[in-house]
Structure formats: C-alpha cells, structure tokens
C-alpha cells in the first residue's frame, strides 16, 4: 500500500453487522409500526444507516486526519477548527442525522435509540474529533428538553437541535475536577430573575468553536448562600452571546475562551479553558427556574454522555479492528507454520499466521460483544419509552437496566477501545505504528474515553456504589435472572453448551462477590470497595459481553442449517459463532480469577506506607 493521502477515508464498517444485531438478535421490528416509532419501518432504517455509512464515510472520514493534524486554535478570543469541519457542521445538519433520535415535536425524525446509536457510531467511528461538537450539542439539547420551562424549550430547542447553535456541558474546574462538589463558580441572582455568572471552567470538550452563530453552555455554579457540596450546586443556561427578545444573536454574554489544551488525541476538537464573568456582564437562566438541583439535572447530560463515550470507544475500536483485519488479507509475509522449514515455500498472507489469528479474533469478539452490549442498553431505552404509561412496572424494569448498564457501556467500552486499538497496531507490525494506515490515531484517540465524562473508576463506583443496590438489589436481580434463564435453557446445546456452562459459572462469581462488597461496606472495610470496583465492573461487563455474544451465536447457529454453505451468510454466521466460543473460553474464565483474587482480600494498596512506593 502506498502513503494515505492526508483526506483519505480509512473508516469501516460491516452493515450486515448492524443488520444482525438490530433485527435477528434483539428483535427491532416488534417495536416499528409502533407508537411511538409508528413512522418507522424495518426498510426505512435499513436505508438510513446504510446512507448515515455513506455520509460518514463521504463527508466525515477525509478528514479525520485532517484535524489531527491542523488541530484546534485560538485567534482574538475565538476558537478556530480544522479545515473542512465547518462545510461538515452543515452538511451533517441539512442531511438531518444528528436529527434522528429528536422527537417530531421539535421537528426531529424520532428514530429508535437503537437506530440513532449506530447511526452515531458510524459518525464517530468516522471521525470522532468532529462529533463532539454536535454530540454536546445534542447532549446539551437534549437536558433543556427534559428540565427546562416551556419558555426555554421554545427559546432554544430548535435551533440547539438543528445545528444553528451549539452547545456544552461545564462541570471540570480548575480545584474540582471528578470532586464536583468542590465547584467555586458562584451565580448571584438578579433583580429580573436572571443570575450574574463568575467563575472558570476547564478541560470542556467541544467547548468553543467558529461553525455556529451562538453555543449554549450547561454551566453548573453555586448560588449565594447556597450549601457546600453537590447539594447546593445549581444548573444553568449560559449563552455564549446574549439572546435578543426577538431570538436573532446580540452582543457578547462575557464568556472568553482562556485556552485550548494540546492534547494526545482528539486533535480536531477544542478542549477549551472557559471564564465566566471576567468583566461582570455574564447572565445565566436558571435551568427550569430551579435552585439547587444542578447535579440531578445535570446527571441526565452525563449518563447521556456516558453511553456516547461508550459508542465512541466502539466504533473507534471497531474500524481499527476491520482496518487490521483488511491489511491481514493483503499483507503477504513468510510461509505458513507447516512450511516454515521450506525456504522455496511460497509467501502467505499475514491472516494466515495463527497468531494474527488470534488477535483478529480475540479483537473481533471484543467489538462485536461490545456492539450488543451499546444496543442491547438503547432496545431497554426503546422499550422503556414504548411501554411508558402503558406498563410502567414493565418500564421501570427496562429503564433499570439502562441504568444498571451504563457504567459497563462507558468503562468497559473505553477500556477495550485502548486494548483493541493496540492489538490492532501489533497485528499490522511496524506499519501500524506509523502515520500512514490510520490505527495509530485511533490509539491515541481512544485514550481519553476512559477519562472524560467520569473516570473509569467513577463508573466503577457508580456501578457498586449506586446500581448493584437500585430498587433494592432488582435491578441486578433482573440480569442475573436474565443471564441465567439463558444458561438452563441453552446448557445442552450440542455447538455451545460447554460455553455456556462457562458463562453460568461466571454469572454466578459475579452475584457471589456483590455480596462480598455489600459485606465490606456494612462491616467497617469501606476501603476495601474502591480497592476492588474496578475489577467488579470488568467481571460483570466481561459476563454480559459474554453473554450476549452466546445469544448470537445461538441466532447464528440455529440459522446457519439453513444457508447453502457459499452463501456469505454462512460465513457470517460461522463468524458470530467462533467469536462467541473464543470469548468463552479465553476471556470469561478470567471472570472466575478475578473472584478467586477477590476472595483473597488483599489490602496490600491500603496498608503499604506512602513512603514504600519511591525513595524520591
């Protein structure tokens, strides 16, 4: 292969893929035809992915590299993107799929979430620097919707929504980054009911840009003489320009860009120091004219978020994976292992070295699990709002899951994002590590998904801290239960019953060390917790990838009886299987070593002497 032009799509993506998992494994036409999905049918999502593929890929994936290399910079306050980003911000809006998922009310196509997620997988798979503008965007939209007044609805939603302003989340301060308690920016109420906004945000994503006339900023600040911590914080609507009576743009709200970070990824999207007040003329709406609760608001901004890192890690990994798999079949190198003594022998392709083998699979697994996991969280949204006011107890168990899953989407996902990625570079050797073929961007991209939007240790301890115990243990009840119906009725299946057993040995390791957790915390061992949250979080996420994948392949090898054996459905099928056994056999058993490490109770982190760790 020769050098990639610098405006050279190198994203990819398998629609069949998105097929199978919409379609024959979670069942997405049940829901079409249906309030509220009742203007969509299985043909029409068919042909607005595999157009959001072409877009993405057209419009989005030249230039990717473009803004990593040009990146972000600041001129007189402003904040400029790379090349190219802006004529993309309008495309991408007047081709309405950052539409999708809006609801008609506000002029939006109200797509499934289900058919929104891969639709932004391919957007950010495409180039994730320039998704985080519409993604925040949209993020930011989307609370307006669900916490502002009808006066703030109908003063920002539309154009929020449809690309004529932008907007962001501002938590991260200079003294309180993941302690948002700590938060200093103060708002002091106006005689007009508005509030007077001072203080300094920083590491906000997407957080100043030159593509829209007006961004509007979800900005979290204390009012005066309000409590210390979360529960004196309060949310509220920070225009970067102030809003005309009339709606048009008017004058400078005082919201000055400080700086932009240099960064190791993400190069096109501006990370940006914001100051708020600097000469006292900053104005703030109350979010839904409510004080104090900023952080319940604002927490609806950020599982949201949660879940787009947790796409974000996907489709990254996802296109460093088909990128490796396509240099596999086009490399040649050496002879096969049955030839390697033959010097004459012919050269084969590298996809025939049982190593890279193992690395295509162990890769595919991983992504293709991860993929299930993201729908399987958007089909529990999906129903949740179908059956909303019709079954609400049926609702709640659906939305429980949502919430029970997302730490595991955003952790898990952006954890193997990294892993996936490197794996990629070493199956295409020296020439993954270079410029020229893409993964090594992707690598350095990937990194942040396990920092931004709450550490992945934040979610860890959300998940053990918060969810194991939702509705009193039902949420995590309900998976186990899920988990292990599958396993009673799939254990003998002649293709993948001993995979099964496996997985029913580590659902049951991950509800035995819930308890040991519980344990810890009623009994004086609290440090003990945050010890070990990591590794619970991989256990459960590795059980669920573990299990979904098994639920494919049981799709898979029930219909594969019925594919003439040239069809590519064979192949596929034949894919969805091995991918399921491999992680069966090399992955879950490391869900039954985590639960023996745990059962060892270590504490050695808690007890070694903070001068043990260096003598400087």
């Not at 952790?411 to 993954?432: H, L």
């Not at 440090?527 to 590795?542: G, I």
Request: glycine share 10%; aromatic share 8%; with cysteine.
């Amino acid at each position: 292969m020769a050098n990639a032009p610098h405006a050279q799509n190198l994203y990819k993506f398998d629609l069949r893929e998105a097929s199978f998992v919409l379609f024959e494994q979670f069942k997405l036409a049940e829901l079409l035809s249906k309030e509220p999905y009742e203007a969509w049918g299985e043909e029409d999502v068919r042909m607005v992915l595999q157009e959001c593929y072409r877009f993405s890929c057209e419009v989005l994936g030249p230039l990717n590299t473009v803004g990593d290399e040009e990146g972000c910079r600041v001129e007189d306050g402003q904040a400029i993107v790379p090349k190219g980003f802006k004529e993309a911000w309008d495309k991408i809006y007047e081709a309405g799929w950052k539409a999708l998922g809006v609801a008609p009310e506000y002029d939006g196509q109200g797509a499934p979430r289900s058919v929104f997620l891969l639709a932004e997988e391919f957007i950010t798979g495409a180039n994730t620097s320039f998704s985080t503008y519409p993604g925040l965007a949209h993020g930011a939209a989307e609370l307006v919707e669900t916490f502002g007044t009808h006066e703030q609805k109908e003063k920002y939603l539309r154009k929020m929504y449809h690309g004529t302003w932008g907007g962001t989340m501002c938590l991260t301060e200079p003294d309180a980054g993941s302690d948002v308690g700590a938060v200093r920016t103060k708002a002091v109420k106006n005689a007009d009911g508005t509030y007077s906004i001072t203080g300094t945000k920083m590491f906000i994503t997407a957080g100043d840009y030159d593509m829209v006339e007006n961004i509007i900023h979800m900005v979290l600040a204390r009012v005066e003489g309000a409590p210390a911590g979360t529960k004196g914080l309060s949310l509220f609507i920070v225009p970067k320009m102030r809003i005309n009576a009339d709606g048009t743009t008017g004058e400078s709200n005082d919201v000055q860009t400080a700086k932009l970070e240099h960064k190791m990824g993400i190069r096109g999207s501006a990370t940006a120091v914001l100051n708020f007040g600097d000469n006292g003329k900053c104005i703030g709406e109350l979010m839904g004219g409510v004080e104090h609760a900023g952080m319940a608001q604002m927490f609806k901004m950020m599982n949201g978020a949660r879940i787009a890192v947790g796409i974000q890690s996907l489709a990254v990994a996802s296109s460093a994976y088909l990128n490796a798999l396509a240099y596999a079949k086009e490399r040649k190198q050496g002879s096969s292992i049955e030839s390697f003594k033959d010097p004459t022998a012919p050269k084969v392709t590298i996809i025939h070295h049982p190593d890279v083998r193992r690395m295509l699979l162990d890769m595919k697994s991983r992504v293709e699990g991860i993929r299930a996991l993201c729908v399987k969280l958007a089909m529990h949204q999906d129903r949740a709002q179908m059956l909303a006011g019709k079954d609400d107890a049926a609702a709640q168990d659906h939305q429980g899951q949502v919430e029970l899953l997302t730490p595991l989407v955003k952790a898990y996902a952006s954890d193997q994002a990294f892993r996936v990625c490197e794996t990629a570079i070493q199956t295409m050797g020296g020439v993954g590590y270079t410029c020229d073929y893409g993964v090594e961007q992707y690598c350095r991209d990937s990194k942040i998904f396990s920092i931004y939007e709450g550490t992945n240790h934040i979610q860890a301890m959300d998940l053990v801290g918060r969810k194991l115990g939702q509705r009193g243990g039902a949420n995590l009840q309900k998976f186990l239960g899920d988990v292990g119906a599958f396993c009673a009725k799939h254990k003998e299946h002649p293709k993948l019953g001993a995979s099964v057993k496996v997985l029913q040995q580590a659902s049951d390791a991950i509800g035995g060390n819930a308890m040991r957790l519980l344990m810890w915390s009623q009994m004086g061992r609290l440090p003990m917790v945050p010890v070990y949250a990591n590794r619970y979080l991989e256990m459960m996420s590795e059980t669920a990838v573990g299990w979904l994948l098994l639920d494919a392949a049981v799709i898979a090898a029930d219909k594969i009886a019925s594919v003439a054996e040239g069809h590519p459905d064979h192949a596929f099928y034949t894919g969805k299987i091995a991918a399921a056994v491999y992680y069966a056999k090399n992955v879950l058993p490391g869900v039954m070593s985590k639960a023996e490490m745990m059962n060892m109770e270590d504490d050695t982190a808690l007890t070694v002497p903070e001068e043990a760790f260096a003598s400087i």
